[in-house]
């Protein structure tokens, strides 16, 4: 039975959203009615999730499901294991899911599982819930018959993806409220403060020192022409954006990015450990190395990393290892090679892509925490200048206006 989304407004005028089976969008319109609603739009999920295929609604869509998803494939581990069907156990997870746009799609996956598809092939039809890596580990648990220990691996993978995407913004955190304070605290002085008191002081026929005089014609730009340097900013992040989306200047701003002091060293880290842990994760469900390496390269969010992948799937095509390519790459560090070629050598990849994925998880958290000792003060630094300027070029005027 096909899953619909609907808006629809009760007796009382108010405004609900929801989710609805039916066999067509009239009986579902039919069944609200009854239940006193009256709909103003409805649409079947499936047919959203064929529409919503641009970046940018697969991000949100992501985004908006990602908090909840690692919980609920746990609970249907843990339901599969203790031998409840794969329907029934969709139907009770359904029941349990907070998220309303992450129970929609389960809805529509149980629905499609019960019209013939494999599991697999119901989570592919939502590409922006379920990404390349979880499809596939699936597809690899279903063919293996256990497909519960592939859930319950995936829960653990996304969810320690999230502890170390949170580490990372807990760091950052700190650095960017005292930029947005610090900022406020500046745009209200040269808005507000500076003006009324340079008005005081010409009108009294006074010379304003160079510093005020400095501050006067900044403080005299921003409010006059605030609107450019909001127009430049969005211009800025058109032409960034715009550049990122050929392949050309997408990869010369990753590698950018990768050759930025401190900050480039943090993104290689963190490329390489979920590199190592995709690929570590991918290999023990029994996933194909060339297939694992696709997806990685599909999930590493790194344009010459993705080169670096490219490079090591022809390399493994023509008969080498994966160690070799890796180590004349030039990106992935000496001993990343070495490691995974006594992997190769010893058949224990997986376990060595394990260590090195451990490893480097400490390495990003040592290199955010390095990152956030350098920015910190260098921040209160810049900041503290920029103040005492503000605050020199007022009181040098007041002190004049003192002697008068």
Do not use: C
Not at 178 to 206: A, N, W
Not at 211 to 223: A, C, D, G, M, N
Not at 304 to 311: I, K, R
């Amino acid at each position: 039975m096909p899953v619909y989304t609907y808006k629809a407004f009760t007796t009382a005028g108010q405004l609900k959203t929801g989710i609805a089976d039916a066999d067509s969008a009239r009986e579902a319109r039919v069944k609200l009615r009854r239940d006193g609603l009256l709909v103003t739009d409805i649409e079947e999920i499936e047919s959203i999730a064929r529409k919503k295929t641009s970046r940018w609604a697969l991000w949100r869509q992501r985004r908006a499901t990602s908090r909840e998803l690692p919980q609920a494939t746990r609970q249907l581990a843990t339901m599969l294991k203790s031998g409840i069907a794969i329907n029934d156990a969709l139907k009770a997870l359904v029941e349990q899911i907070e998220t309303r746009q992450l129970e929609a799609v389960f809805r529509n996956v149980r629905e499609k599982i019960g019209q013939g598809s494999s599991f697999a092939e119901a989570l592919e039809q939502h590409p922006g819930v379920f990404p390349p890596l979880y499809v596939a580990m699936v597809r690899s648990g279903e063919a293996a018959g256990n497909a519960d220990v592939v859930l319950e691996r995936l829960a653990s993978f996304l969810l320690k993806q999230s502890k170390t995407r949170n580490k990372v913004w807990a760091a950052l955190m700190y650095p960017m409220i005292m930029v947005g304070v610090g900022g406020i605290v500046v745009t209200v002085l040269m808005t507000k403060v500076v003006p009324r008191l340079i008005v005081l002081v010409e009108s009294r026929g006074q010379e304003l020192p160079l510093p005020t005089q400095i501050l006067k014609s900044s403080s005299e730009f921003v409010r006059s022409y605030w609107y450019l340097l909001l127009l430049a900013v969005v211009l800025a992040n058109m032409a960034i954006a715009s550049l990122r989306r050929t392949e050309k200047g997408r990869y010369s701003v990753d590698r950018f990015l990768l050759n930025l002091p401190v900050f480039g060293d943090l993104f290689k880290k963190q490329a390489i450990a979920r590199f190592a842990t995709t690929l570590s994760t991918l290999l023990r469900t029994g996933v194909p190395v060339l297939d694992a390496i696709r997806i990685v390269r599909e999930i590493i969010g790194n344009a010459v990393l993705q080169g670096v992948l490219d490079d090591l799937h022809a390399a493994i095509l023509q008969g080498a290892d994966i160690s070799t390519p890796l180590k004349q790459s030039g990106i992935f560090p000496p001993a990343v090679g070495y490691m995974i070629a006594v992997g190769e050598q010893t058949g224990e990849l997986d376990t060595v892509l394990d260590r090195l994925a451990e490893a480097y998880e400490l390495e990003v958290e040592i290199a955010t925490e390095r990152m956030t000792a350098v920015i910190e003060p260098l921040l209160i630094l810049i900041m503290a200048v920029l103040v005492a300027f503000i605050v020199m070029s007022i009181v040098l005027p007041m002190l004049q206006l003192g002697t008068v």
